[in-house]
């Protein structure tokens, strides 16, 4: 029962490198996101995907990019990682507009 | 006005109290709501739904009051398992091709012997 998987679990990474992480969901869920969660700001929004073929921005998109490459996976890229990047990055999933999300146990990602 | 607030805390309770936390939302055509636990340093999970009848899992009651636009969490008996931080999550009117999910910040139990 994995539910959401992300891949890695920690990262660090020097200034200018890329990255991908990666997002995979085995409950044929429509809808999958990536937040970043920092200190005192709670979890922000940096993209979303509505269904297999669709993406749209969130509430902090700069300096990433995402793939919807098929319904189960949803992956967030860096292509010039920033310092302001360090952060801890979730993806999530869910069925419906009206249901809960599903985590995955986040991305410790930090940036030197 | 955020759309979503929370006292952050932290509530500071002794083992066997019962702690009560709101969460307040500013758009009242809002249609679904959650509550969330988080543990430092890990992904969030969730708790339960609040049904506008109210509900109850074992010592933990959500309740939902539409015409103050809050929900409210209700844990009885407080364990020292029970310190996490507890999110909020209230879903926005629908309308088409959007897909609007808010977060509040949390707020912060801790549980005390």
């Known amino acids: 029962n994995a539910g959401v998987t992300q891949t890695p679990k920690f990262q660090v990474l020097k200034t200018g490198q890329s990255m991908t992480l990666q997002c995979a969901q085995d409950m044929n869920h429509n809808s999958m996101y990536w937040y970043r969660q920092d200190p005192g700001m709670g979890l922000r929004l940096i993209y979303y995907s509505a269904s297999e073929g669709t993406t749209d921005k969130g509430e902090v998109p700069n300096g990433y990019n995402v793939s919807r490459l098929n319904k189960r996976e949803f992956s967030l890229r860096l292509e010039s990682a920033a310092p302001s990047q360090t952060s801890v990055y979730f993806c999530a999933s869910r069925q419906d507009l009206v249901q809960p999300q599903h985590f995955g146990d986040g991305t410790r990602l930090s940036i030197l | 006005r955020k759309e979503v607030e929370q006292d952050p805390g932290p509530f500071n309770v002794p083992e066997g109290a019962t702690v009560a936390f709101n969460c307040t939302y500013s758009?009242?055509?809002?249609?679904?709501f959650f509550w969330y636990r988080q543990d430092c340093r890990k992904e969030p999970k969730l708790l339960m739904s609040?049904?506008?009848s109210g509900n109850e899992d074992g010592r933990f009651t959500a309740q939902l009051n539409r015409a103050s636009q809050y929900i409210s969490l209700l844990i009885r008996d407080s364990k020292l398992s029970d310190s996490a931080t507890y999110l909020c999550?209230?879903?926005?009117?629908?309308?088409?091709?959007?897909?609007?999910?808010?977060f509040g910040t949390g707020t912060r139990l801790q549980v005390f012997p």
């Open positions: 999550v209230v879903i926005g009117a629908r309308s088409y091709n959007t897909d609007k999910l808010i």
């Open positions: 609040v049904y506008s």
């Open positions: 758009n009242s055509a809002s249609q679904s």
